[in-house]
C-alpha cells in the first residue's frame, strides 16, 4: 500500500513537502508520481520520477516543485515552493510495483489535502 502524509494549510508563497512510502511485500518499484484533483476538476499528473531518477513535470508546477525518490525507504517524495491558490488540490501519490507473488500493478496513496490560502 501506499501511505501519503505532508498535506495542511500554507499562505501563497509558502512551502510544504509530501511524502509517500510504500509497505508491502514489495519486489521492485518503477515509476512514482504525483497526481492532484482540485474540486470540480480532473485528476492531472503534477510530477514523475523513473526508478532511474528521469523526472517531468506538469508545466504549471515547474521550477516550483521538485519529485524526489528514496529507493531505499520506497519513498516518494514532492518539495512544493512558491505555492499559489491555484495549487489548492487533494494530491495522491501513485506507484506502479511489483508486488511478490502478485506481479506489477499501479497502487494509489489515500490522498492528501494541500490547502493554499492567499
Known amino acids: 500500500q501506499l501511505q501519503a502524509s505532508g498535506g495542511g494549510l500554507v499562505q501563497a508563497g509558502g512551502s510544504l513537502r509530501l511524502s509517500c512510502a510504500a509497505s508491502g511485500r514489495i519486489r521492485s518499484i518503477a515509476d512514482m508520481g504525483w497526481y492532484r484533483q482540485a474540486p470540480g476538476k480532473q485528476r492531472e499528473l503534477v510530477a514523475s520520477?523513473?526508478?532511474?531518477?528521469?523526472?517531468n513535470y506538469a508545466d504549471s508546477v515547474k521550477g516550483r516543485f521538485t519529485i524526489s525518490r528514496d529507493n531505499a525507504k520506497n519513498t516518494v517524495y514532492l518539495q512544493m515552493n512558491s505555492l499559489k491558490s491555484e495549487d489548492t488540490a487533494v494530491y495522491y501519490c501513485?506507484?506502479?510495483?511489483?508486488?511478490?507473488?502478485?506481479?506489477?500493478?499501479?497502487?494509489w496513496g489515500q490522498g492528501t489535502l494541500v490547502t493554499v490560502s492567499s
Open positions: 501513485k506507484g506502479t510495483i511489483v508486488v511478490l507473488a502478485r506481479g506489477q500493478n499501479d497502487y
Open positions: 520520477v523513473s526508478s532511474g531518477g528521469s523526472t
